[in-house]
């Protein structure tokens, strides 16, 4: 079965607080011949994970990069990249893919009222500013 899966399949897959969805959830994501993983769900896990379940940064990163890493998921690698490379640095997951998917789009500059965000796009070396 070729599988979209949404942030709570993930999540009880990954948190294990409902063991009954959660091994639902890992069988699916291990039997599915692809799980579609939108980026968006990435951003809502990142956030559930982080916010609800305070799972730390590096535990997070690991637990993505081994998803994406898996032979049956397809995902916008670039996109989830820039995300990590945003979360590594110590910003929001979200952030460093709004960028990514703007410079795709044909933005030049990331422009955002997040200090913090504009920080570190900056440092990486990316077009980033403040509008006032």
Known sequence: ??????????ARAIIEDD?????????????????????????EFCWVAQRVYKVGRPETVKVIRDLIGAANVATDKG????????????????????????????????????KEAVRLLAAQGQAAQIPV
Do not use: C, H
Not at 22 to 43: H, K, R
Not at 81 to 105: C, K, N, P, Q, T
């Open 1 to 10: 079965m070729k599988v979209t899966a949404d942030t709570n399949i993930l």
């Open 19 to 43: 063991p009954v969805q959660a091994g639902f959830a890992q069988d699916l994501l291990q039997t599915a011949t692809v799980v579609a993983l939108p980026v968006t769900v990435l951003v």
């Open 79 to 114: 996109a989830v990249e820039a995300g990590l490379a945003m979360l590594e640095a110590g910003g929001d997951f979200a952030d460093g893919v709004i960028a990514y998917s703007g410079r795709w789009l044909g933005g030049e500059t990331f422009v955002s009222l997040d």
